[in-house]
């Protein structure tokens, strides 16, 4: 009882917090943009900001710190479509590898009850889905700090398996980064109402399909991870049940 008090006024106070952020941004949604587009055109004159903007998503990217999304988001706005396709997939891999790699920032996170479950349910299913289940894994929209921590924690999981399903995986960030090129598309006060309209109903449309196949993806994963444990678990009673039975009976 005390806990589900505790979820419902986390949620109260999250709506309260996301509602006066919304009604913020309605009252300075100009002067909001013309910032971040001032910031956007000075990023680009700089000659390293690519590597400051990679550094940024290697960063948001180790667990426990969060903004991995926005950071990515926020590089395809400022450099656009694939210029900041580099820059991200550079950080979201050395995020991957500083996770798991010599510092091994995994070791020093400490898993919730409910992150306790889903770690438990992904190292039995990829004990027995080996290296495709754990690009499946990698493939589901996840938070990528929360992939980085749990598969980097899986004793099952080898290094060269780890470091080859971080590097595909990372690709699946270019969609996010188109999002944030299209914002900065819709965010030009120069571009004629005709084309804002087909940027806008573009980047829709592109959005509704990336949730769509995302939900897919996230659902068949899950299912996939079930389907493991089960086949897990009943290869442990097989083996129990063939145990007991060469067992000499007592008389």
Same mark, same amino acid.
């Given at each position: 009882?005390?806990?589900?008090?505790?979820?419902?006024?986390?949620?109260?106070?999250?709506?309260?917090?996301? =509602? %006066?952020?919304?009604?913020?941004?309605?009252?300075?949604?100009?002067?909001?943009?013309?910032?971040?587009?001032?910031?956007?055109?000075?990023?680009? @004159?700089?000659? %390293?900001?690519?590597?400051?903007?990679?550094?940024?998503?290697?960063?948001?990217?180790?667990?426990?710190? /969060? &903004?991995?999304?926005? =950071?990515?988001?926020?590089?395809?706005?400022?450099? &656009?479509?694939?210029?900041?396709?580099?820059?991200?997939?550079?950080?979201?891999?050395?995020?991957?590898?500083?996770?798991?790699?010599?510092?091994?920032?995994?070791?020093?996170?400490?898993?919730?009850?409910?992150?306790?479950?889903?770690?438990? =349910?992904?190292?039995?299913?990829?004990?027995? &889905?080996?290296?495709?289940?754990?690009? !499946?894994?990698?493939?589901?929209?996840?938070?990528?700090?929360?992939?980085? !921590?749990? /598969?980097?924690?899986?004793?099952?999981?080898?290094?060269?398996?780890?470091?080859?399903?971080?590097?595909?995986?990372?690709? @699946?960030?270019?969609?996010?980064?188109?999002?944030?090129?299209?914002?900065?598309?819709?965010?030009?006060?120069?571009?004629?109402?005709?084309?804002?309209?087909?940027?806008?109903?573009?980047?829709?449309?592109?959005?509704?399909?990336?949730?769509?196949?995302?939900?897919?993806?996230? @659902?068949?994963?899950? /299912?996939?991870? @079930?389907?493991?444990?089960?086949? !897990?678990?009943?290869?442990?009673?097989?083996?129990?049940?063939? !145990?007991?039975?060469?067992?000499?009976?007592?008389?």
């Amino acid at each position: 009882m005390f806990i589900q008090r505790k979820y419902l006024l986390l949620g109260i106070v999250a709506l309260t917090v996301g =509602a %006066y952020l919304l009604t913020l941004f309605g009252h300075y949604k100009s002067d909001i943009i013309g910032a971040i587009q001032d910031i956007a055109i000075h990023m680009r @004159k700089q000659k %390293y900001s690519p590597v400051l903007m990679a550094t940024l998503v290697t960063v948001t990217g180790i667990p426990p710190i /969060l &903004g991995f999304t926005f =950071a990515v988001t926020m590089t395809g706005f400022i450099y &656009g479509f694939p210029y900041g396709c580099l820059p991200a997939t550079l950080g979201a891999f050395l995020s991957a590898i500083f996770t798991c790699g010599k510092l091994n920032c995994a070791r020093w996170i400490k898993l919730s009850e409910k992150r306790q479950d889903m770690y438990q =349910a992904m190292q039995d299913a990829i004990t027995q &889905g080996g290296f495709k289940m754990i690009l !499946l894994i990698r493939i589901c929209p996840l938070p990528w700090q929360l992939t980085n !921590l749990i /598969l980097s924690l899986v004793p099952t999981v080898t290094w060269r398996s780890y470091v080859i399903s971080a590097f595909i995986a990372c690709f @699946k960030f270019n969609l996010d980064i188109w999002v944030g090129s299209q914002l900065a598309n819709l965010s030009d006060p120069d571009l004629p109402p005709e084309t804002h309209r087909v940027t806008l109903m573009y980047m829709s449309f592109g959005v509704v399909v990336l949730i769509l196949s995302g939900v897919w993806i996230y @659902k068949l994963t899950m /299912l996939k991870i @079930k389907e493991q444990q089960e086949k !897990l678990r009943a290869s442990q009673e097989e083996c129990q049940s063939l !145990l007991v039975n060469t067992l000499p009976s007592k008389n």
